[in-house]
């Protein structure tokens, strides 16, 4: 079955880039109709979607934080990846990737498969 | 107004009916799902498309909807059931999750 599991490193000074990848196995990316998202949780808070990338290569962002988004598609690594420009500490959060089925014709659905997470420290 | 609301905090004692409700604008015109997230552990999709389950989630588990509100009930609660639960659904900017509920088995 489809697994997923992020990657990235844990710890990033304010200002700089954050960049996580997300490792599919089980499964081609690039086959069927998906959305591959990341969300974020920060500690002892809630669920906050960040962005996501379909099979075909169309992306969609979370306007309040899009200006400093870049996410992408790697087929051929079976990955996708998440770029947060000029991080502060609001970005500290445990990051999840996911992947979303859409419903028929609304493009939006269920986050069907989880990563386990990983933690991700914006300090000095 | 575009988000989600759901009580923080709902209390139950084992074998009682747990309900918690997720209030939205958008849910007369867009599914709900929900997500189930126990301590240290990445959310799971209990329900989806308002009141479907997935293969795996208890028969305990349903979901139901009416006008802007929708309704994640437990039927018969085992103490393996508590955690936080999310729902989460459309907005005009995208997917949107409601702040959460942490149910306590007491």
């Known amino acids: 079955q489809v697994q997923l599991q992020e990657s990235g490193p844990g710890l990033v000074k304010p200002s700089q880039t954050l960049s996580l990848t997300c490792t599919v196995s089980g499964g081609s990316i690039s086959n069927g109709n998906y959305y591959w998202n990341w969300i974020r949780q920060p500690a002892g808070k809630g669920l906050e979607w960040i962005g996501r990338?379909?099979?075909?290569?169309?992306?969609n962002y979370n306007p309040p934080i899009k200006s400093r988004l870049t996410i992408s598609l790697d087929t051929s690594k079976n990955q996708f990846s998440l770029t947060v420009m000029s991080v502060t500490a609001a970005d500290t959060a445990l990051y999840y990737c996911a992947r979303e089925e859409p419903e028929g014709a609304t493009r939006w659905g269920a986050f069907d498969i989880w990563g386990p997470g990983t933690v991700v420290t914006v300090s000095s | 107004s575009n988000g989600l609301s759901q009580p923080s905090s709902v209390s139950v004692s084992p074998g009682q009916t747990a309900r918690i409700p997720c209030s939205g604008d958008?849910?007369?015109?867009?599914?709900a799902y929900w997500y189930q997230q126990k301590a240290g552990q990445a959310p799971v999709l209990v329900i989806y498309k308002d009141s479907k389950r997935p293969s795996g989630t208890p028969e305990r588990f349903s979901g139901s909807s009416s006008g802007t509100t929708v309704t994640l009930t437990i039927s018969g609660v085992q103490a393996e059931d508590e955690a936080d639960y999310y729902c989460?659904?459309?907005?005009?900017?995208?997917?949107?999750f409601g702040g959460g509920t942490k149910l306590a088995v007491v």
């Open positions: 990338v379909h099979t075909s290569g169309s992306i």
């Open positions: 958008a849910l007369p015109r867009q599914y």
């Open positions: 989460h659904s459309i907005g005009t900017s995208g997917t949107m």
